[in-house]
């Protein structure tokens, strides 16, 4: 009887294992893909207009991006419609502390353009949090553009995220179309392993002292 159960224990080890290995991302060819980048005060993030040159980058594979980084980060994005046919790329990373390391990547898709930072936990093996950092995407009835500048706002140590929207949107009237464009920033500090959303201080200086180029 002893035998038995030893032997029963002993599959059902082998079987949890293989369950883990399952579930467990396969995290350093993912990871390959991001170059780490060098250590500076302050990182701005924009989209790219047309006319600019390709985005630096790592191009990753739309299977191991979609298969890696989980559903629910996934679905934050709101245009990622058919992963077929986006074109992802690693932009870097950075420690953020001692657990945790953020991957940037940019995905374009169309006309959609998006920057996000993916958040790592190295004591869990997986990705465990998203931040939009650039954005752009609309029609014509109107476009959202999105950017952010990474450095320490508050003085301790830990790089923080000011973001910037633009929004511009165009109404049908009786006569007349109208045309309205609106500012906004947005504070985001480092705080106990994650970024959380802080009311600004004077957001029209904000606005004033991280502009955000228009196209």
Same mark, same amino acid.
């Given at each position: ?16 294992? *293989?369950? +883990?290995? &399952?579930?467990?991302? /396969? ?7 991001? &170059? ?5 005060? %302050?990182?701005?993030?924009?989209? *790219?207009?047309?006319? @600019?040159?390709? *985005?630096?980058? @790592? ?7 979609? /298969?890696?980084?989980? /559903?629910?980060?996934?679905? &934050?994005?709101? !245009? ?17 502390? @001692? *657990?945790?390391?953020? !991957? ?27 931040? %939009? ?9 109107? &476009? ?7 450095? @320490? !706002?508050?003085?301790?140590?830990? /790089? ?6 633009? +929004? ?9 179309? #109208?045309?309205? %464009? ?20 004077? %957001? ?7 502009? #955000?180029?228009?196209?």
């Amino acid at each position: 009887m002893y035998s038995i159960l030893k032997l029963l224990g002993f599959f059902t080890c082998l079987l949890a294992a *293989s369950c +883990q290995q &399952q579930i467990s991302p /396969k995290s350093p060819v993912f990871l390959s893909h991001f &170059q780490r980048l060098p250590a500076v005060d %302050t990182l701005h993030v924009e989209v *790219s207009s047309e006319n @600019d040159a390709p *985005s630096n980058g @790592d191009s990753i594979p739309n299977a191991l991006f979609f /298969k890696e980084v989980p /559903k629910m980060l996934l679905e &934050q994005i709101d !245009y990622i419609a058919d992963s077929a046919q986006a074109q992802v790329s690693g932009r870097g990373s950075f420690q953020l502390n @001692d *657990s945790i390391t953020a !991957y940037w990547v940019e995905i374009r898709q169309f006309w959609f353009q998006h920057h996000s930072l993916f958040l790592y936990n190295k004591s869990q093996n997986a990705f465990t949090d998203r931040v %939009t950092l650039a954005e752009f995407y609309g029609g014509d009835g109107g &476009q959202v553009l999105i950017g952010s500048w990474l450095f @320490d !706002y508050d003085g301790d140590g830990k /790089k923080d995220i000011l973001r910037r929207e633009i +929004q511009h949107s165009i109404i049908p009237g009786d006569e007349d179309v #109208i045309e309205r %464009t609106d500012h906004s920033a947005g504070l985001l500090l480092w705080r106990n392993g994650r970024f959380v959303e802080m009311p600004l201080r004077d %957001t029209a200086a904000a606005i004033t002292r991280f502009p #955000i180029r228009g196209f």
